[in-house]
C-alpha cells in the first residue's frame, strides 16, 4: 500500500487527505508534504525481512534529516549512520542510542572524532590518517572507540558514477591491498581502539541484488582473514543502497525482504551482527515536494516542448546533480503529477516543467505528458523524501520551504518551519554596513 494515490474521484490522496486540502491548510506552497504512516510501513518491510538475524538498522541521516523523522525512526528502533558532527549532534538530540550509531566518513575532523569518541558511537576507520585522528581523539577523551574498518570490495554497484563509491578508485575506505598493515596498527593501539566488525557501502540506487551478494562474499573473506589473526568481530555492515522506482513503471525493483535474504544465509554463517544503513529506500517514497505551477509558457520552436513553470524545484538546486546532459542525472527526475482532476476540456500535451532558478539545469521533468494545467495547479513531484531537502540549496534565495506530515488520524502537522528572509538576514547581524 502506498501513502500517495490518485482516488476515485481523481484527486491526489496522501493517505486519507486530498492533496489539495493540505495545499489549503499550509495556505502557501511550496511545501514537502509526508505520510507519517509510510514512515512506519517502509521500517516494518526492514523489520520483517531482518527476522530471524541479528541486526542493527542504521538510518542514513544524510538522507533526510528532518527532527521528527529522526524521532519517530529512533523510536521504531533505528540506529542512525552519521556523516559530521553536526549530524552526530543532532542524532543525539532526536534521542538515538549510541550503541547503534556509527559515524563515517573520509574526512573526519579531529574535533567530530572527539565527540564520536565522547558518545561512544562505533566509528568507521577509513584511511592512515583517520585511524590516527581516530587514536588521538581516544587518548583526548579517555574513551576506547569501538571501531569498524571500511573496506572497498571492489564491486561495481551499476549506478551512476556520483553515486558509486564501492570501487576500487573511490575516495571512500581503506586501501585494501593495506589490510594487514591496519590490523597491525589497529593491534599496536589495544588501550585506544578495538577493532569490532567490518563495513562497506557500495552505492546509491542499487537496483539489484546480486550486487549485494558479491559484496558480501567478499566482505565474508575478509571477515575469516581478519578473525584469524585473533581480533573479535560481531558486526557486518554491508551499508545501505537500495534503490526506488522512481518512474513509477511498475517495474519490479529489489523489496528490503529480497535485499536480506540474498545475503541471510552468508550472514548467519558468520555468527555476526548485520549493520544495513538505508536513507532512500526508508524515507523517499514517503514526501512530495507539493508545488503550484507559475505559468505556462510556449517555447515555440520547432521540436521543443511547451513549459510548465514551477514555483519551486526539488532540491532548490542542486547542478551538481548534473555533467553534462540529462543522461548524467543520478536518476532522471521523478515522477510528477497534478494535485487535481483537470479542467474539462484541458488539452494533453508534452511540456518540460521547469523550475524558476537562474540555471537550465533547473528542471524536474523533460517531455512530461500534461493536462495543460491552470495557473496555479497544484502539481506535485513524488519521492522527494531523500536527498531532496537535505541537499536543497536556497539559489537566487529562494528559501527552503517548510514541511508537513498526514499522521495516521489524517491529521496534518507541520514538522519544519519555512525559512525567512530574516533568517538570511541574521547572517549579517554585526557586520560592516
Ligand atoms: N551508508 C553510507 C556510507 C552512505 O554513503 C550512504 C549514502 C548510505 C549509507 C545511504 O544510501 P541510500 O540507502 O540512501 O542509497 N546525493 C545523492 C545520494 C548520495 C548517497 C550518499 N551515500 C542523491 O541525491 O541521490
Known sequence: KHCFRRG??????????RVEDAMAAAERSPFYLYSKPQILRNFAAYRDALQGLRSIVGYAVKA????????????????AVLVSGNELRLALQAG???????????????????????????????SEFDLENIVRAARATGKKVPVLLRINPDVDPQVHPYVATGNKTSKFGIRNEKLQWFLDSIKSYPDEIKLVGVHCHLGSTITKVDIFRDAAVLMVNYVDEIRAQGFKLEYLNIGGGLGIDYHHTNAVLPTPMDLINTVRELVLSTDLTLIIEPGRSLIANTCCLVNRVTGVKSNAWQNSSDLVCMEHTRKGLFSRDLINDSECYYYVL??????????PGAEVATFDVVGPVCESADFLGKDRELPTPDEGAGLVVHDAGAYCMSMASTYNLKL??????????????KIRHEEKLDDYIKFFDGLPA
Open 8 to 17: 476515485a474521484d481523481g484527486y491526489l490522496y496522501c493517505e486519507g487527505v
Open 64 to 79: 533526510n534529516n528532518n527532527l521528527p523523522v529522526l524521532r519517530v525512526l529512533r523510536e521504531l528502533g533505528c540506529g
Open 96 to 126: 538515538f542510542d549510541p550503541t547503534r550509531c556509527i559515524f563515517n566518513g573520509n574526512g573526519k575532523t579531529f574535533e567530530d572524532l572527539k565527540l564520536a569518541a565522547e558518545s561512544g558511537v562505533f566509528v568507521n576507520v577509513d
Open 334 to 343: 521523478e515522477h510528477i503529477e497534478l494535485v487535481s482532476p483537470p479542467t
Open 400 to 413: 527552503r520551504p517548510p514541511e508537513y506530515w498526514v499522521e495516521e488520524d489524517g491529521s496534518i502537522v
